[in-house]
């Protein structure tokens, strides 16, 4: 059953007041949300059940609006792919019927609408790099007589950092003995041992991508295995590097935040300086996840932003900082989102098929 990760402004905004204690469980679920809510208490001086309310009203009043798993697609073998769309003049009703049918492909795994010369948004993924003329034709024919123009790209690779939606949140290091984030020592631990995954594997991904807050009894129970070999699956999983971490996801509507997506054309330059503006930019609070591709833009930035100008001082300020390396830029700015996971249901199916030697 698909769940869609939603992120939508409201019809009716309210005011938002999050205070130390709400902050907190943001926080400390931004760096790992698999943490007990437990842990979040003792660290507040106050009851399980006071940190167990206030997430659930986070959770409903869809601040929080999902926690799920950064899983790594290729080592699943998994090939993805962008399609940038442009419509003409389109009614409201006519952009949702066409993204509802958007969500029914299974081999979509994320659409979003966005502002500027692209509408829309959507990523694609597959086992079987021969299947991306199929799956592009049957997301394009239905919707051939709206489109003004498309772009496609290749997606290289995909880095998922823990987001910093709210500004100043608190680093890792500050809960060093006061926190114990669950697999700390397995993710942070080399990725270099080899594992064959096999179908309870990949229904044990698909429901933590679902929901990462499931306890290792739930799965278990899912799953029909015991606590401990869940346990054991996870941590092998992560050894891989299969499983990159566990966060959340924020509505940034209700925080105030312009979530915008920056393309970069790179100039020719040596991987060491490539991986030193990389490393510059996922140090910037605003980051959130990073696209390689191949196609007309070589690196898509996903970013927050406090208004219009908080992004141009960005731009200015990388274009000076490293001028060498930027060739020339887009941006477009994100709306409301549908739907985004790592397995999407098409995915799912065809690793079960392989496991299953078909």
């Known amino acids: 059953m698909r769940k869609p990760a939603e992120v939508k402004a409201p019809e009716h905004k309210q005011e938002l007041k999050l205070d130390k204690k709400d902050r907190e469980i943001i926080n400390v679920l931004t760096l790992n949300s698999r943490t007990p809510l437990s842990q979040i208490a003792k660290l507040l001086n106050t009851s399980t059940e006071v940190i167990n309310y206030r997430y659930n009203n986070l959770r409903k009043n869809k601040i929080i609006t999902d926690v799920f798993t950064i899983v790594d697609p290729k080592i699943l073998g998994v090939h993805r792919y962008v399609a940038y769309l442009q419509f003409h003049a389109l009614s409201q009703e006519k952009m949702k019927m066409i993204i509802d049918d958007f969500l029914k492909n299974k081999y979509v795994n994320w659409v979003i609408e966005t502002g500027g010369k692209w509408e829309l948004i959507l990523m694609f993924e597959t086992l079987h790099e021969e299947k991306y003329d199929t799956i592009l034709e049957s997301i394009i024919s239905p919707i051939k007589e709206f489109l003004n123009d498309y772009m496609g790209t290749i997606v290289k690779n995909f880095v998922h950092k823990s987001p910093r939606y709210i500004r100043d949140l608190k680093r890792k290091q ?165 739907y985004y996971t790592y397995l999407c249901d098409g995915v799912v199916e065809e690793l079960l098929d392989k496991c299953h030697g078909k």
């Open 174 to 338: 500050f809960y060093k003995g006061k926190i114990r984030f669950p697999y700390d020592k397995e993710l942070n631990g080399k990725k270099k041992e080899q594992y064959k995954i096999d179908e309870k594997d990949i229904m044990l991904l698909k429901n933590l991508d679902e929901d990462s807050r499931l306890s290792l009894t739930e799965l278990g129970r899912k799953l029909k295995l015991s606590r401990d070999a869940v346990d054991y699956r996870i941590k092998k999983m992560i050894k891989a590097g299969l499983i990159k971490g566990f966060i959340l996801r924020l509505n940034y509507h209700l925080l105030d935040y312009q979530y915008t997506t920056i393309m970069l054309k790179l100039r020719t330059i040596s991987q060491q300086r490539k991986q030193k503006f990389l490393n510059y930019i996922y140090e910037d609070e605003r980051f959130y996840a990073l696209m390689e591709q191949i196609g007309t833009w070589d690196l898509s930035l996903m970013m927050f932003f406090t208004n219009a100008k908080d992004l141009r001082d960005f731009l200015i300020l990388i274009k000076e900082k490293f001028s060498d390396v930027i060739h020339s830029h887009d941006s477009v700015i994100h709306f409301d989102q549908y």
